[in-house]
């Protein structure tokens, strides 16, 4: 079994950062050695939609177009954390933002992740 603790989130200024948090862990004895880790993230009234993901092994990165070149997955898998800086943000990026871990290559779609964050609270004012 896998848990995923977010943090970080929090009210930001249009066109301020912030950075967003996951931190992983297992059973006793197991080793966390997912395919890879996402970021979601889901505004109310709409369906959670895919942010950004990096596999755990190489990390190559994969981005949504509305946020490619503005936010920055990166992990650390030594101590099982995948972060999320985010830059330039825009009142479209409120939302509550999720990590996620996956044993599948299929980074966009949110039934490939078997685990999830709680979630954490982006708010940009304008």
């Known amino acids: 079994q896998v848990q995923l603790v977010e943090s970080g989130g929090g009210l930001v200024q249009a066109g301020g950062s912030l950075r967003v948090s996951c931190a992983a862990s297992?059973?006793?004895?197991?080793?966390?050695?997912?395919?890879?880790m996402g970021w979601f993230r889901q505004a109310p009234g709409k369906e959670r939609e895919f942010v950004a993901a990096?596999?755990?092994?190489?990390?190559?990165?994969y981005y949504a177009d509305s946020v490619k070149g503005r936010f920055t997955i990166s992990r650390d898998s030594a101590k099982n954390t995948v972060d999320l800086q985010m830059n330039s943000l825009n009142h479209e990026d409120t939302a509550v933002y999720y990590c996620?871990?996956?044993?599948?290559?299929?980074?966009?779609?949110?039934?490939?992740?078997?685990?999830w964050g709680q979630g954490t609270q982006v708010t940009v004012s304008s």
């Open positions: 297992v059973a006793s004895g197991r080793t966390f050695s997912p395919y890879g």
């Open positions: 996620a871990a996956t044993y599948d290559r299929m980074w966009y779609n949110t039934k490939a992740y078997p685990y």
């Open positions: 990096i596999s755990w092994s190489a990390g190559s990165t």
